[in-house]
């Protein structure tokens, strides 16, 4: 193949992928705003079974239970909590949604309640040892980690829903509740809360080795956020108007668009690469913060990914990723 023709492809291919990205970045990194939850709420818990967004308790130790179906931008009631809460966490283990801790009756709440969503049923589980609030819940090989939690505690226990048991794990380096919690290829990264002040810590906890490490700090200090994971980065949403990405690989922070309307204790979920931001209150007070039922959805930027490129079974066009290999 001539020169002229190679270099000629190799600009053709580039101008390609200039085009395909402007068109990703036109589309991407936008909110959206969705349908609204029927109960305003805040300090809520999220979960998602079979792509369906199932929301639970909130302030005033609400019992409602909502789910959200994203493809048809839809909210349906269900069977309420039988010990309704502020402040408790949720995470699925096989289909099966576990309800933990909160504020009940004026007390930090021990309790754990799994619902069952074919069935849309309640049963009571064994309680958590440490009553808390504002915690954060994620799992890993099936095992529950509830992590932090008021009274700033560092305390960290896990459940294990075959055998119904609880068994303390190691603290985390402070004490913090109102963090996030997520998980990337077996490790938990808990991220910024709250201590009498803002916290910027994150630490990544091994259950196999049951030890905390630090990471880089949060970009600001930041509280009553949530978190999801795609791609294996993890989106920090709200806390504020705050967006951002953690990248445990790289231990670095990057910004991302500010959330349409300002939130602090929300629920964030992930569905098909969109992620939900859901609730949530207008301010950070504890006491009597003004809740929101609004939901907005955010596309994550799509990456345009690069394939080498053959000319044919002689001839490697690799202008963009190496060397060009032509004859004359």
């Known amino acids: 193949m001539k020169k002229e023709s190679i270099w000629l492809l190799t600009f053709l291919i580039l101008t390609s992928i200039v085009s395909l990205n402007t068109v990703g970045m036109a589309q991407d990194g936008v909110w959206v705003e969705k349908a609204d939850m029927p109960t305003s709420r805040s300090f809520i818990a999220t979960s998602v079974i079979n792509g369906a967004i199932y929301a639970f308790g909130g302030t005033g130790q609400r019992p409602e239970v909502e789910v959200y179906y994203p493809g048809t931008n839809t909210w349906i009631k269900k069977a309420d909590m039988p ?23 004026g007390t930090l709440s021990s309790i754990v309640e799994a619902y069952y969503p074919g069935t849309d049923t309640w049963v009571r589980k064994a309680d958590m040892p440490t009553p808390r609030e504002y915690l954060s819940t994620c799992v890993v090989d099936g095992i529950i980690y509830a992590i932090g939690g008021w009274g700033w505690t560092a305390t960290v226990e896990a459940y294990n829903p075959a055998t119904n048991t609880w068994t303390k794990k190691a603290d985390m380096s402070i004490n913090r509740g109102l963090l996030s919690a997520s998980v990337v290829n077996g490790i938990i990264y808990a991220i910024g809360g709250w201590n009498g002040g803002n916290v910027f810590y994150v630490e990544a906890y091994d259950p196999l080795q049951n030890v905390w490490i630090r990471k880089a700090d949060t970009p600001t200090g930041i509280l009553g956020h949530s978190a999801c994971v795609i791609n294996n980065l993890i989106y920090i949403i709200g806390g504020g108007w705050y967006s951002f990405t953690y990248n445990p690989v790289t231990d670095t922070w990057t910004q991302k668009p500010d959330l349409p309307a300002l939130r602090y204790y929300l629920g964030v979920e992930q569905v098909n690469g969109k992620i939900y931001a859901i609730g949530g209150s207008a301010d950070a007070s504890f006491g009597s913060p003004l809740p929101r039922g609004i939901v907005e959805e955010y596309t994550p930027l799509r990456s345009v990914m690069s394939m080498p490129f053959n000319v044919d079974s002689k001839d490697k066009l690799t202008t963009l990723w190496g060397e060009v290999k032509t004859k004359d």
């Open 83 to 105: 010990n309704g809460r502020e402040g408790p966490s949720a995470c699925v283990v096989n289909n099966v949604i576990y309800v933990i801790g909160g504020w009940r009756d």
